[in-house]
T-cell receptor
């Protein structure tokens, strides 16, 4: 079993929809939770960064962490075609290395 | 402000050869990490360099080695290439005390034939 599980998709939604992306994990030592966006043939770009449990909002993006359930989510409101990319969750115990999920491919249809 | 730069962007090698990939971190960053991303997978941690020393290593064989220079730039070396080494190699930089906020380069696509 992988430490971080993420549905690979693809997830196809119409423009303007609310998108929900999720990851589950097994390592209770994870304290830092990140979401990265990766466009084709590009490196991952940090979208959201959360320490421990709770919610964080940044524009159209909201990240949620539920450590009791070992479950994290990323919500995208008013999705745009430019949001079409692969979304990677990542986690860390604070000892430098990040553990990534396999990524969910999102397609927003105009 | 230049972000993380990697060279070359693409590389084709044959089995058994050796390869060197290069990375310049984002301005103000002193820590460099290397990740391997196979097609359809998330990045896998190879190792991290800080103050010219390897600080942490993932589950990769000794064929993978690295170096960090006084100007914080870094190299990744892979010896005795295998077909399974074909992947996107990503360099990420961060600053001391903020190591979870990684900034990635666009990567080097390595193909081993």
């Amino acid at each position: 079993q992988k430490e971080v599980e993420q549905d690979p998709g693809p997830l196809s939604v119409p423009e303007g929809a609310i998108v929900s992306l999720n990851c589950t994990y097994s390592n209770s030592a994870f304290q830092y939770f990140m979401w990265y966006r990766q466009y084709s043939r590009k490196g991952p770009e940090l979208l959201m960064y959360t320490y421990s449990s709770g919610n964080k909002e940044d524009g159209r993006f909201t990240a949620q962490v539920d450590k009791s359930s070992k479950y994290i989510s990323l919500f995208i409101r008013d999705s745009q075609p430019s949001d079409s990319a692969t979304y990677l969750c990542a986690m860390s115990t604070g000892r430098r290395a990040l553990t990534f999920g396999s990524g969910t491919r999102l397609q927003v249809q105009p | 402000d230049a972000g993380v730069t990697q060279s070359p962007t693409h590389l084709i090698k044959t089995r058994g050869q050796q390869v060197t990939l290069r990375c310049s971190p984002k301005s103000g960053h002193d820590t460099v990490s290397w990740y391997q991303q196979a097609l359809g997978q998330g990045p896998q941690f190879i190792f991290q360099y800080y103050e010219e020393e390897e600080r942490q290593r993932g589950n990769f064989p000794d064929r993978f080695s690295g170096h960090q220079f006084p100007n914080y730039s870094s190299e990744l070396n892979v010896n005795a290439l295998l077909l399974g080494d074909s992947a996107l190699y990503l360099c990420a930089s961060s600053s001391t005390g903020d190591n979870e906020k990684l900034f990635f380069g666009s990567g080097t696509q390595l193909s081993v034939l």
